[in-house]
T-cell receptor, first 114, second 111 residues
Framework: GAGVSQSPSNKVTEKGKDVELRCDPISGHTALYWYRQSLGQGLEFLIYFQGNSAPDKSGLPSDRFSAERTGGSVSTLTIQRTQQEDSAVYLC????????????FGEGSRLTVL | KQEVTQIPAALSVPEGENLVLNCSFTDSAIYNLQWFRQDPGKGLTSLLLIQSSQREQTSGRLNASLDKSSGRSTLYIAASQPGDSATYLCAVRFNTDKLIFGTGTRLQVFP
């Protein structure tokens, strides 16, 4: 695609429900990142995928968070048993090259947990 | 700890002024540094990417410099316009594959 595509753009859910956020990276980009941006806060790294390598999960805040990337393309971030503190904008980015590549971001998925 | 700091946190200037936004980082061992712009409620737009071997990059009215030895980068905006109003984020790729972001400078350019 022309850019990084994320869906849904907005999601409102009740505390305790599971949510799935989707990211479709730029075609041909091997690196994919998930970041979280809470209100008034900076961007917090969550997880990184590079090709077929094991993902870097070091930023996931708890075991309620997981992500997968199928076929080296589309990625899904899953949050189980959502809590109010999970409310944030979840941003996905992709990069053509590992290490030196420029990152391109999607518009984000705004999650509100009531 | 690898950290990225941006000052000032907010800046309000009249149209036409030349601006300098600052970014400082711990640890001079970096792969690259990237400047982004974020409009309210939107994602991040890449402005400039500077590799560790480069000292500056230019795009239109924007110029970004990199001084690894002092752990600093500056984003220079020439002849600012109201359309430049946004939050500007600096992100550093240290010797890992993830970018560490600063908390941004919120810029307002008024007519």
């Amino acid at each position: 695609g022309a850019g990084v595509s994320q869906s849904p753009s907005n999601k409102v859910t009740e505390k305790g429900k599971d949510v799935e956020l989707r990211c479709d990276p730029i075609s041909g980009h091997t690196a994919l990142y998930w970041y979280r941006q809470s209100l008034g806060q900076g961007l917090e790294f969550l997880i990184y995928f590079q090709g077929n390598s094991a993902p870097d999960k070091s930023g996931l805040p708890s075991d309620r968070f997981s992500a997968e990337r199928t076929g080296g393309s589309v990625s899904t971030l899953t949050i189980q048993r959502t809590q109010q503190e999970d409310s944030a904008v979840y941003l996905c980015a992709s990069s053509l090259k590992r290490g030196t590549g420029e990152l391109f971001f999607g518009e984000g998925s705004r999650l509100t947990v009531l | 700890k690898q950290e990225v700091t941006q000052i000032p946190a907010a800046l309000s200037v009249p149209e036409g002024e030349n601006l300098v936004l600052n970014c400082s980082f711990t640890d001079s061992a970096i792969y690259n540094l990237q400047w982004f712009r974020q409009d309210p409620g939107k994602g991040l737009t890449s402005l400039l990417l500077i590799q560790s071997s480069q000292r500056e990059q230019t795009s239109g009215r924007l110029n970004a410099s990199l001084d690894k030895s002092s752990g600093r980068s500056t984003l220079y905006i020439a002849a600012s316009q109201p359309g430049d109003s946004a939050t500007y984020l600096c992100a550093v790729r240290f010797n890992t594959d993830k970018l560490i972001f600063g908390t941004g400078t919120r810029l307002q350019v008024f007519p």
